[in-house]
């Protein structure tokens, strides 16, 4: 069952952290097992940025990860994942090489140059900080992390962009199953709530009104589908004792909760990346924890647009 105010940390042996430049509007967030967690990929959108996301293949070495980071400034963010890696180090969390231990740390980015300055992106200073400040405590969602700088609506330009955000949520199975989702919110398109089938966000007039806009992209041969500067980054993590094939396709199912709330998604213009890590000890189904992680994503993903603030002029749902 749908936990409304369930959070990623409801899973056993996760932690989440997040920092963020305010005044720039760029973040990180990190998601640390300090246990270690098998995990798996999914990549849907056409312009990933992305970093060891090979060592997840089912047929490669690796079977466990430390750390996931999801993080603005486009490929440049990318650099916070070596602090994440340092921090790890230096409590030797990794995987053991004899001389050292190497920390895994799978990272996604999204494209928030446009927002704030963007000569200002996650770096690894910003990812130590962010992995310092992982706790079992909820987080606040929305303008939060790597949420900071998200925007969606895009398609009619960023001058109707509304504000996007980090959003989570929490699902309850059978034996004791957790089933959580963290996303960061970046869509090109527009969001639509599955239970009433409203659009509830997307792009908007001055005075925050909603615009049709799949009329408007339809009926019009120009568009904004500018490649590479959105993306809708995030993870499903739970404690189903799974092996990495199975949490591929448990990554592949979730993104069905993305299909359910952004339109369009996993377009051109999109690096749409979830991963799904699990902490192990509950036996279950794929089907069961799939089933679930796509009724999570779509449920962080509203969470996370309708608690944005607008921010540098853009409009968000949440009060400011």
């Known amino acids: 069952m749908q936990n409304a105010h369930g959070s990623l940390v409801d899973v056993p042996g996760v932690k989440v952290g997040h920092a963020a430049d305010a005044l720039k509007q760029t973040g990180c967030s990190v998601v640390l097992f300090e246990d270690g967690a098998v995990c798996g990929v999914d990549v849907r959108g056409a312009a990933p940025g992305t970093r060891e996301t090979d060592l997840l293949n089912p047929t490669n070495l690796i079977d466990k990860v430390h750390a996931v980071v999801l993080s603005g400034g486009s490929a440049f963010g990318l650099d916070a994942a070596s602090g994440v890696m340092q921090w790890l180090e230096q409590r030797k969390i990794g995987f053991d090489v004899g001389v050292t231990v190497v920390p895994i740390v799978p990272a996604a980015v999204l494209f928030d140059l446009t927002f704030g300055d963007p000569a200002v992106r996650p770096d690894p200073q910003m990812g130590y900080r962010a992995v310092n400040a992982a706790s079992e405590n909820p987080f606040p969602s929305g303008n939060t992390g790597a949420g900071v700088g998200a ?44 239970h009433t089938g409203q659009t509830i966000a997307g792009a908007c007039d001055a005075q925050g009104n909603l615009l049709d806009l799949q009329a408007s992209v339809l009926n019009s041969r120009d568009s904004h589908f500018s490649a590479g500067t959105n993306t ?9 004792a799974f092996t990495k094939s ?20 996993h377009t051109l213009s999109d690096g749409d990346t979830l991963f799904a890590a699990t902490t192990g000890g509950v036996e279950s189904s794929v089907n069961i924890v799939g089933m679930l992680a796509a009724e999570v994503m779509a ?10 603030r607008s921010a540098h002029g853009v409009h968000g749902l949440a009060a400011s």
């Open 151 to 194: 925007t969606i609506g895009k398609m009619a330009g960023m001058e109707k962009a509304m504000k996007g955000g980090l959003g989570t949520a929490s699902a309850s199975g059978p034996d004791g199953l957790i089933v959580a989702a963290m996303v960061a919110v970046n869509a090109v398109g527009e969001i639509h709530d599955p």
């Open 232 to 240: 809708t980054i995030g993870i499903i993590c739970c404690n189903a």
């Open 246 to 265: 199975q949490m591929q396709k448990v990554a592949q199912m979730a993104h069905d909760g993305l299909a359910r709330t952004i339109y369009p998604v």
């Open 299 to 308: 449920a962080a993903v509203l969470d996370g647009v309708r608690a944005a």
